[in-house]
């Protein structure tokens, strides 16, 4: 840690774990969402590891959970989006694949949250634009936060920009991050590593430092 300016400024993995100002971030393990990974099985596995090491050092639990909006409520942009992942051609081919109280919208069973931990719905990539997180973080006294889950390319990158543009120190726990796209997962965090503000561990890692305080 390096004080400057009457501030602390957090440099290391060490700087960013303490559990006291840390958050969790178990980013869409829906159902529906991990059963596009090809490994799903492993990462849940893996960010079911992450989860019960940051609940024994006290670390603040979010998950996020994305929802599909009805269509006639979507939105051109929601629509045009749904449109490329679903790999059809015209908007009335579009099905809403995570509707609210469809089995795929769930969190996976193996990951079931607590009654002390929040659940936030979004329909944006980011997990803080349209969301309470930034404020809830905020409140709580959070800089930091460790994030895992699905998908890497899609959600977990945009949401770790828009993190250090709101001023957070962004930890990714690489090996409990799946990807729907390896190659498209390794440009995601090239391009992390280039902009810097960012750190990077994983799982095994993660639980040593969280424990160490």
């Known amino acids: 840690m390096q004080h400057a300016y009457g501030l602390d400024v957090p440099l290391t993995l060490e700087d960013a774990c ?3 100002r840390m958050a ?39 998950f996020t959970r994305h929802m599909s909006l009805p269509n ?21 081919e579009v099905h809403p694949a995570l509707a609210r109280g469809s089995a795929g ?23 803080f634009v349209g969301t309470p997180l930034d404020i809830v973080l905020r ?35 690489e090996d409990a991050c799946g990807a729907g796209n390896a190659a498209a997962a390794e440009r995601s965090l090239a391009a992390l590593r280039f902009a810097g503000g960012t750190l990077f561990t994983d799982s095994t890692t993660f639980a040593t430092e969280v424990h160490t305080r």
Not at 36 to 61: F, K, P, Y
Not at 72 to 92: C, F, I, K, N, P
Not at 147 to 154: C, F, P, Q, R
């Open 139 to 173: 409140d709580c006294g959070v800089s930091a936060f460790a994030i895992a889950g699905v998908a890497l390319e899609v959600g977990i990158e945009p949401t770790v920009r828009h993190a250090t543009d709101l001023g957070y120190l962004p930890v990714v726990i």
């Open 18 to 20: 303490d559990p006291g």
């Open 72 to 92: 006639e409520v979507a939105g051109a942009s929601a629509l045009r989006t749904a449109m490329a992942w679903q790999r059809v051609s015209t908007v009335s």
């Open 24 to 62: 969790l971030i178990v980013y869409d393990m829906q159902v529906g969402v991990v059963g596009q990974i090809a490994n799903g099985h492993a990462v849940t596995e893996r960010v079911l590891a992450v989860l019960e090491s940051a609940r024994e050092a006290g670390v603040r639990v979010v």
């Open 105 to 127: 919208f769930e969190i996976v069973p193996e990951l079931r949250p607590r009654d002390s931990e929040a659940v936030f719905d979004k329909i944006s990539m980011s997990a």
